[in-house]
């Protein structure tokens, strides 16, 4: 009995738990679907329910914590990234700043001497010819840059828009010192040249190697100009296309013989290059103007023959199975060994170009732009790298040194690759750099790119009411052009010494 009684204790024990679970259960499962139904079914269902409004003012105030937690992250990394670019930059600063300073008591004393630079034909200057003025040619060109609309995708930044109105308002961080000129001025080109000989580019040194200037016609076209026995390398496109300069192609070969430089063509892209037709090009080119005594030849090291240089513009462009039945002696259209041989030399900007240079059969190769860590040619710390290279397989390197570099008043959005020139700090370290890759030819962007804010011509202070231009100023006007006849001497030093060195 006694057991029977306890049986029955027991069972209505785990009845009653049994349905207290079940209750909790349920309970339970009624506020999930009140839950899930919250907020937007259970405000449906009951528009003035409390509850609901509580669970919604909960749920957003939870929701706003874990954006406003998010924000704060991302602001945080956005935060920290810009302040190691900013200690990065800065980090740099002061490592040209500490590079520099070694030399400036040095070259400061020299700037404005009479000090006679020898002939050195192994620095080149991009020269641009594409201004044009209302007071000389009826028309502005290049000084009413367009501000160019964001490349960059994923930068929603909002920028201006619009065009520049000279000559108080120009597409230039740095304003002229001549104004704005046009590069058609008899009187313009004369002056160039005069400050090109002065700074002591373009002369004759013991290794009879070559200094070129760059010299950028029309639409871009570049004549890199060389002084003294010097090369001038003009950018050119055939006479069908848009702004050529083939028409006054004339009339610089002749101004540079008068000044006993020597010119070489730097084919610009144009609408519809290719192969073929860049083929028929340069055999206009040659028979136009090949007969001029200013049109520059130079011997090639492996077959000693006198050759045309002819640079060639975003050369990449064209895979080099494509410039490899040009340049090649075994290539189907090979100019070699015809009328049409010259010695090649293609741009380089990325490390994989090493490779397409190589491949495609071009003689040398050059950097071309200014900027430090821009591209991986453009790296001062790669240079050592890119000449070994060049040496290794029989190329001529032509690394791009500049005077510092900052486009925003033609691209806005372009700010991070301003570089300052910290009153030739920046030039200086540059023009080292290049000494120490051992390169035996060198180019200068620019003398005159004012978009880019590259050039070492003369500028001068100047404003408008709505914007201050940079200058040159406490050094003066004619410091870069001082500063490059510098360089240049200990450029010509360096290679006289190794020339003396190998006889």
């Known amino acids: 009995m006694f057991f029977g009684n306890l049986i029955t204790a027991v069972s209505l024990r785990k009845c009653f738990y049994l349905s207290a679970m079940v209750l909790v259960l349920s309970t339970l499962m009624a506020a999930v679907i009140i839950v899930k139904l919250s907020p937007l079914e259970s405000v449906k269902c009951q528009p003035q329910a409390v509850t609901a409004a509580v669970e919604w003012s909960t749920l957003a105030s939870q929701s706003t914590e874990a954006s406003t937690t998010q924000l704060a992250t ?60 209302v007071e000389y040619d009826n028309v502005w060109k290049h000084w009413n840059h367009d501000i160019l609309p964001n490349w960059k995708k994923n930068d929603k930044r909002v920028f201006p828009e619009g065009t520049h109105s000279p000559p108080a308002d120009i597409g230039a961080n740095y304003y002229p010192n001549l104004g704005c000129y046009s590069s058609l001025d008899p009187q313009v080109i004369d002056l160039h040249m005069r400050q090109l000989k002065e700074a002591g580019i373009g002369e004759f040194v013991k290794n009879n190697t070559a200094i070129h200037i760059g010299l950028y016609l029309g639409d871009g076209s570049l004549l890199k100009i060389c002084l003294g026995t010097g090369v001038a390398v003009v950018s050119w496109t055939p006479p069908s296309s848009t702004d050529n300069t083939d028409s006054i192609m004339p009339d610089l070969l002749d101004a540079a013989h008068r000044y006993q430089l020597k010119i070489a063509p730097h084919i610009e892209p144009y609408p519809g290059r290719n192969p073929i037709n860049l083929m028929e090009h340069i055999r206009y080119i040659l028979n136009q103007y090949g007969s001029h005594p200013g049109l520059y030849r130079m011997r090639r090291e492996n077959d000693g023959a006198i050759l045309p240089v002819i640079y060639i513009y975003d050369s990449y462009v064209f895979p080099s199975s494509a410039w490899w039945e040009l340049l090649s002696e075994r290539g189907n259209l090979t100019l070699r060994g015809t009328e049409l041989d010259a010695i090649y030399i293609g741009l380089l900007v990325d490390s994989q170009h090493k490779n397409h240079i190589k491949k495609s059969h071009f003689d040398g190769f050059y950097t071309y732009f200014g900027i430090n860590g821009f591209s991986f040619g453009s790296s001062w710390k790669n240079w050592k790298d890119l000449n070994k290279f060049a040496n290794q397989n029989g190329l001529l390197f032509i690394p791009s040194l500049g005077p510092g570099y900052i486009d925003t008043q033609v691209r806005p959005w372009n700010a991070e690759n301003t570089r300052h020139r910290r009153h030739g700090q920046y030039y200086e370290v540059a023009w080292r750099s290049a000494l120490n890759s051992g390169a035996s030819t060198i180019s200068i962007t620019s003398f005159n790119e004012w978009h880019e804010g590259t050039q070492i011509e003369p500028a001068k202070p100047a404003s408008n009411k709505d914007f201050t231009y940079l200058d040159y100023e406490p050094e003066g006007p004619d410091f870069y052009l001082s500063l490059t006849k510098w360089w240049v001497q200990q450029f010509a030093d360096r290679l006289n010494a190794a020339s003396s060195a190998l006889s």
Do not use: C, G, T
Not at 92 to 117: E, G, H, T
């Open 74 to 133: 991302h602001e945080k990394k956005e935060s920290n990234d810009r302040r190691y670019k900013e200690m990065r930059e800065k980090m740099v600063q002061n490592k040209i700043a500490r590079m520099s300073r070694k030399m400036r008591n040095k070259v400061l004393p020299l700037l404005n001497s009479s000090v006679v630079v020898e002939p050195n034909y192994n620095v080149h200057i991009f020269y641009y010819a594409w201004y044009r003025s």
